[in-house]
T-cell receptor, first 112, second 115 residues
């Protein structure tokens, strides 16, 4: 069965600095990988996905993620953080069936 | 499109009472998912439907939980009887198959408190 791990409960970054939110996964076949963001009192919003192709995936709000098959990782990145990026971020994985399994989330704090 | 609509936004009930959560998916979407979010367990998939048919309910915690999708535009999640440990935020999400290419659209959730 597929699983996903987000090793950091919280990440603090100064505004303007680059940010990275870590994610590792486990699947039996080829992974389908996703990042979602959740703002307070809101549902999750889709940021980006990796299905196949280029290992560097670009998504909404200037975010990108790099798929690394050898390290089974899919870290979320942004070159320059904004205070408005502060939110809860979820990594998710699927094996290609209908189910998407979410990590526990990482709370990102961007400090002004 | 108004997105995925969930009601109520907040529900406070006493232990032992029946609770019904409602979801209206995005028109045209043919897959619907119910998730539960808690601090301890994160986001858990409870059940999902394709074309109104339940496909996988292995995440439903107990027989006290049941879900229905009588038509393409409406689904309910019922807890009877409710217990304090059911307190959580319940999310509904919908998708146009294949889910993996379109992603999910989530509702704003129902915050359930059982006292």
């Amino acid at each position: 069965a597929q699983s996903v791990a987000q090793p950091e409960d919280q990440v603090n970054v100064a505004e303007g600095n680059p940010l990275t939110v870590k994610c590792t996964y486990s699947v039996s076949g080829n992974p389908y990988l996703f990042w979602y963001v959740q703002y307070p009192n809101r549902g999750l919003q889709f940021l980006l996905k990796y299905i196949t192709g280029d290992n560097l995936v670009k998504g909404s709000y200037g975010f990108e993620a790099e798929f690394n098959k050898s390290q089974t990782s899919f870290h979320l990145k942004k070159p320059s953080a904004l205070v408005s990026d502060s939110a809860l971020y979820f990594c998710a994985v699927s094996e290609g069936d209908d189910k998407i399994i979410f990590g526990k989330g990482t709370r990102l704090h961007i400090l002004p | 499109d108004a997105g995925v609509i969930q009601s109520p936004r907040h529900e406070v009930t006493e232990m032992g009472q029946e609770v019904t959560l409602r979801c209206k998916p995005i028109s045209g979407h043919n897959s619907l998912f119910w998730y539960r979010q808690t601090m301890m367990r994160g986001l858990e998939l409870l059940i999902y439907f394709n074309n109104n048919v339940p496909i996988d309910d292995s995440g439903m915690p107990e027989d006290r939980f049941s879900a229905k999708m009588p038509n393409a535009s409406f689904s309910t999640l019922k807890i009877q009887p409710s217990e304090p440990r059911d307190s959580a935020v319940y999310f509904c999400a919908s998708s146009l198959r294949p889910e993996l290419f379109y992603g999910y659209t989530f509702g704003s959730g129902t915050r359930l408190t059982v006292v």
